[in-house]
């Protein structure tokens, strides 16, 4: 048996009652969402109006419709960005970004959208008045991940989105690692864009998300279409969610999304973040105790997310990879991880990572399988060389 340890890729496996969400809402709730008064059609609607309000409560959002659905982070981030900016603004981000935040922030540049790019300490997290004095006026937009993906750090957002409100600036944070795995209150942070893929920590299906979006603002879409509503309409309509929902919704990724959030729920996200911060834990312990490997990001005992990204002296991560899945089975990612720069900060440019994420159904012998197969790796005469 395979083990999978890439969650931060995609959770993987989901629980059974996703799979049976899936299905459930193909066979029995079949019509279009918002597109007709049949019964076909309202059952689907209430599966996007449940899944909607149950993501509200999740995560603290007064008003569901302030969601918007996305088919994940990166959709939730582009409309989120494209949606708000004008040429002349000016947005500030960190070196710990994912491309799905860095790229369409590159496109803007090219449209004199002005982005100042704060580099982090070799721990991946930021300096709280270093930020700060990058957002001077005229910042528009401070856009942050809240995990990242390649090393675990968590950045200070209690910090950093309060004093943003108070002078003014908005703020869009990539939750794409920590949704699901770290308390995340839109009403107690304040922050004004949120964007969270459905496929990872909160267990739902590929080609789920949303963005959250503030009261106070008002996105161009990103797709135009059809809404269901206000169809002699030549623009988009004014109301969320309707104005950047364009096109039919995923209707039986979102039933799994809301199974997801729903298990979660039932399991206590506490005490699956205590379960997960453990296997980070050890892992962690277990590679120090490696001769050989290299740690990137937060030390030991401090907070990070479910992601340990490491190195090997005298083999590539590719091949570490590729070794850990033909001699042990194990199923981790490897290389840039899509957020070049941050290897650059923590030290792992350009090689890249071996990177290790547990989820919330790994169990602990997995973990001593990775640690044993990492220490065969860095043993040379354990090695089989001639594989
Ligand atoms: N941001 C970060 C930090 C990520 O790790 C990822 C996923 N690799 C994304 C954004 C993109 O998320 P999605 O795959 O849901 O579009």
New binding site residues.
Partial sequence: MSIYLDN??TSFPKPESVYRAVERAMRHAGGNPGRGGHRFSLDAGREVLETRETLARFFAVEDAARIVFTS????GINLALFGLLQPGDRVVTTSME?N??MRPLYALQQRGIEVEQVVTGRDGIVDVSELQRACRVPTRLLAI?HCS?VSGSIQPLETIIPWCRDHGILTLV?A??SAGHLPLSVARLGVHLLAV?G?KGLLGPAGT?FLYVDPELRLEPLLYGGTGINSTMRTMPEDLPERLEAGTLNVPGLAGLRAGVEYLQQQGPERLEARLNELVDRLLAGLEAVPGVTLYGPARGERRGNVVSFNLDGMDAAEVGYRLEQQFGICVRVGLH?APDAHRSLGSFPGGTVRVSPGIFTRPEQVEKLLTAVALLGDPSARNDKE
């Fill in positions: 931060a890729a994940g982070a990166t959709e994912h799905a935040l991940g993906n990539d794409a690692q893929p496929h998300g899509c």
